[in-house]
T-cell receptor
Framework: GQQVMQIPQYQHVQEGEDFTTYCNSS?????IQWYKQRPGGHPVFLIQ?????EVKKQKRLTFQFGEAKKNSSLHITATQTTDVGTYFC?????????FGTGTSLTVIP | DTAVSQTPKYLVTQMGNDKSIKCEQN?????MYWYKQDSKKFLKIMFS???????INETVPNRFSPKSPDKAHLNLHINSLELGDSAVYFC??????????FGSGTRLTVV
């Protein structure tokens, strides 16, 4: 069945360090979405990528969709304590989105 | 105004009981979902409704029954609750396959 894996599962960084989470699908995706879930909160939509090789930026966050549309990454530059949370990718295959396993980010002040 | 609201926020109940969780969205979205998030934070789709019609029904015990009286509401009824049903249940909505808007979640604890 469809699987969307994320690595790493957990990441601890010192404030100011960079952070990257990778999302890998077993099949080609139509598009990919990214969400952030703060501790105790609910997932919040960040962005959607559609085109092969697409790169989008939101302030310190850079999102990339792989050329083969089977992987994606989220990179945060100079992490801040407000970046703490779990980041999920969700890849579309057919008419359904499959959520990744999530990467939990801890930022140490 | 809350875009996707679900009630209750917390639910503690005994094994064997029947309970319902309600969800309403005021975004004019045409698709609504129920997700289960376990202790490892994995988000698992349970059901999806498009304009009141069931379009996704993942492998979920038939003790779980969704009901959509109209496209702004999607309720989840659970019969004969079991310990393994303890989790956070999220309602979400979307316009087609655009970004999902999630509710704040219902933390269900079965004792």
């Amino acid at each position: 069945g469809q699987q969307v894996m994320q690595i790493p599962q957990y990441q601890h960084v010192q404030e100011g360090e960079d952070f990257t989470t990778y999302c890998n699908s077993s099949t080609t995706l139509s598009n990919i979405q990214w969400y952030k879930q703060r501790p105790g909160g609910h997932p919040v939509f960040l962005i959607q990528l559609v085109k092969s090789g697409e790169v989008k930026k939101q302030k310190r966050l850079t999102f990339q969709f792989g050329e083969a549309k089977k992987n994606s990454s989220l990179h945060i530059t100079a992490t801040q304590t407000t970046d703490v949370g779990t980041y999920f990718c969700a890849g579309r295959s057919g008419n359904q989105f499959y959520f990744g396993t999530g990467t939990s980010l801890t930022v140490i002040p | 105004d809350t875009a996707v609201s679900q009630t209750p926020k917390y639910l503690v109940t005994q094994m064997g009981n029947d309970k319902s969780i309600k969800c309403e969205q005021n975004l004019g979205h045409d698709t609504m979902y129920w997700y289960k998030q376990d202790s490892k934070k994995f988000l698992k789709i349970m059901f999806s409704y498009n304009n009141k019609e069931l379009i996704i029904n993942e492998t979920v015990p038939n003790r779980f029954s969704p009901k959509s009286p109209d496209k702004a509401h999607l309720n989840l009824h659970i019969n004969s609750l079991e310990l393994g049903d303890s989790a956070v249940y999220f309602c979400a909505s979307s316009l087609g396959l655009l970004g999902y808007t999630f509710g704040s979640g219902t933390r269900l604890t079965v004792v």
